[in-house]
């Protein structure tokens, strides 16, 4: 019974095409929902049998948002937030990244190799409620800056773990001829290597801010009303009393549809990306 | 270590050779690990050392901004954490608290409620890889296969990734809902019962599994295709030659040279699904009762619902501890990835 390579019956072609097909479209459903009800009267959101398609689409629910101004500052805050942090994570980052690239051996290699692990495994909450602590007692608690070093450090392993081999693979004999050359080892960092691993630094930066960008315990807990960002937004939803599901799904389509863009056009970086920075003791 | 494996599992009868492959290699990695290192320091010329020195030197520069941000930000809040919970704080309160030993501990960790919480976490945690790993695996198989259209799949099984959990949560409660919601609706259009989906406590609890499994899919998907590409095909071809069936050249061949990529995606998992809140916090907070408050959720609830900090600080040492042996794990994996 050997089977010819890449030899598939017609009858298993079918079956193949039937469960990825079934299979995209309940991993893809949710998502077009999100965004079909997004656009919708309020009569057509609650009908029954379920309008698909075929109704009459809306912008009523976005400009509802955007018109007020609670929401323009929730979606500066999130800009700010994620931007802010993204920059601040791969500036610290890259450096230890290099660091780890470079140097096989050095004092706190390995303290520093379980830090980033247990930051990465410990649940959010445990940091979260002896931090609120600490900042309330510093006046710290809901300021913007704060929340943007905040995330920069939880992002901080993911943006060390992924950029570290794009480091290890720029090749030496670059950094020694500078170095022969008489630059410093700042100069050496700034002019060859870093510009050398900016694609390396690019993907992770994309991937750290979208982790940023959906971040929802530190602003949530540590955050105040004027710091309000999209994820604590859209949950606020939750406490009102009658769930207003059209600008709700708007909102919510505001937050994923560009991440969900940016996974299909980023689709080769965010694979190897994401198998480098899941596990690098 | 690639160029010592990849002969031996080439060999015939792939599921011994595969095994004893990996052991072989595994010694021989121990016992050449010194000899290699000694080498290279005995026989290297000073200006190597010298420039190992400065390089060392440099690289504790280099990481000082890290712990910059690791101190006061991670390990402060920790000790933190860990003095409040021998104390009777409370949120908000700006009274001095007092020493109170072990109480919290005694109140809070060994209560029913710490224990049911856990239960539900690890249920969650287990319904999950259940539903995530044998499908994953399956998908990825199918991905593997050459044929029109493998993209178009690979993308739309990858999106839900990375989307924010906390919209998506919304939007699988909107689905969710069971007088309005389209899941009930077409339970109703084939003919079974609607569910109570988030207001009752089994149904609950499957409901979170599900929605945290759709996206972890994504995540499994993803991995184990990864792991089947870059997987060399002639040992594959060598079983087929043999005449060993799909199933065997799966299970003898596929799945033991797999297994790397495998344990670090249960590993991923298993550490985020230990860490199950945002999802959880929108579906249901908890609720019904605490049918599916998660230990994050009961940490949450207790430190922001009813402001006892050193109560929830004490919840949170015992999840610290529990973090910590996860290290020695991840050592262990990750060591065995790179190996392979």
């Given at each position: 019974m050997a089977r010819r390579a890449g030899g598939r019956s017609p009858l298993g072609s079918i079956g193949l095409y039937a469960v990825l097909t079934v299979t995209s479209a309940v991993m893809l459903f949710p998502i077009f929902w999100t965004v079909s009800t997004s656009i919708k009267d309020r009569v057509d959101t609650f009908r029954l049998p379920p309008v698909i398609v075929g109704f009459t689409p809306t912008w009523k629910n976005y400009s509802q948002l955007f018109e007020d101004p609670t929401f323009i500052r929730v979606m500066a805050n999130t800009i700010i937030v994620t931007a802010g942090s993204t920059i601040v994570a791969l500036l610290i980052g890259s450096l230890a990244a290099y660091a780890l690239a470079r140097a096989?051996?050095?004092?706190?290699r390995r303290p520093l190799e379980v830090s980033l692990i247990l930051l990465r495994a410990m649940p959010g909450v445990v940091l979260v409620v002896p931090l609120y602590d600490v900042l309330a007692g510093v006046g710290l608690l809901g300021k913007m800056p704060m929340l943007i070093v905040l995330y920069a450090m939880v992002n901080l392993p993911f943006a060390i773990w992924i950029m570290t081999p794009y480091f290890q693979g720029i090749p030496m004999e670059l950094e020694e001829a500078a170095v022969i050359d008489g630059a410093s080892g700042a100069q050496v960092f700034r002019t060859v290597v870093f510009p050398l691993a900016l694609p390396g630094v690019v993907a992770t930066g994309l991937f750290v801010g979208l982790l940023a960008w959906n971040e929802f315990l530190l602003p949530v807990v540590l955050g105040s009303e004027a710091t309000k960002t999209l994820p604590v937004f859209i949950s606020g939803f939750v406490s009102?009393?009658?769930?207003?599901?059209g600008p709700l799904a708007a909102a919510s389509s505001l937050a994923i549809v560009p991440i969900a863009l940016l996974t299909v056009v980023m689709q080769g970086r965010l694979v190897r990306g994401l198998s480098q920075g899941a596990v690098k003791g | 270590m690639t160029a010592e494996g990849a002969p031996a599992s080439?060999?015939?009868?792939?599921g011994s050779v595969s095994s004893a492959g990996s052991v072989s290699s595994a010694g021989s990695v121990s016992s050449a690990g010194p000899v290699a290192s000694n080498g290279r320091l005995a026989g290297a010329p000073p200006a190597r050392n010298w420039i190992a020195e400065r390089r060392a030197r440099s690289a504790v520069l280099l990481t000082l901004p890290t712990w910059v941000f690791l101190v006061p930000m991670f390990f402060l809040p920790l000790g933190v954490g860990i003095y409040l919970s021998f104390y009777d704080k409370t949120l908000g309160f700006p009274m001095e608290p007092s020493f109170v030993g072990l109480d919290n501990y005694r109140t809070d960790v060994l209560s029913p409620v710490f224990g049911e919480a856990l239960v539900v976490t690890l249920l969650i945690l287990a319904l999950g890889l259940a539903l995530q790993f044998p499908l994953g695996m399956a998908l990825a198989l199918l991905l593997h296969?050459?044929?029109?259209?493998r993209g178009v799949f690979r993308t739309a099984i990858l999106?839900?990734?990375?989307?924010?959990p906390v919209a998506v949560g919304l939007m699988w409660r909107f689905m969710y809902n069971?007088?309005?919601?389209i899941i009930n609706w077409w339970l109703g259009v084939l003919g079974l019962p609607g569910v109570d989906w988030l207001g009752a406590p089994w149904p609950a609890l499957f409901a979170v599994t599900f929605v945290d499994s759709w996206q972890a899919l994504s995540l499994v998907v993803l991995m184990l295709t990864a792991g089947l590409a870059s997987l060399p095909t002639s040992p594959e071809e060598a079983a087929r030659v043999d005449g060993a069936s799909g199933w065997q050249v799966f299970r003898h061949v596929t799945l033991p040279a797999l297994m790397p990529v495998i344990l670090v995606t249960l590993m991923i998992r298993v550490i985020d699904g230990f860490k199950i809140f945002d999802v959880v916090f929108i579906l249901t907070r908890g609720g019904p009762g605490t049918a599916t408050q998660t230990v994050s959720m009961l940490d949450y609830n207790v430190a922001f619902t009813f402001l006892a900090t050193s109560r929830a600080s004490a919840i949170g040492v015992v999840l610290m501890l529990i973090t910590l042996p996860i290290y020695f794990l991840w050592r262990r994996v990750s060591t065995l990835a790179e190996r392979s």
């Open positions: 096989p051996r050095f004092r706190g009102a009393r009658t769930l207003d599901w | 080439g060999a015939p009868s792939a296969q050459q044929m029109r259209g999106v839900p990734m990375l989307l924010t069971p007088e309005l919601g």
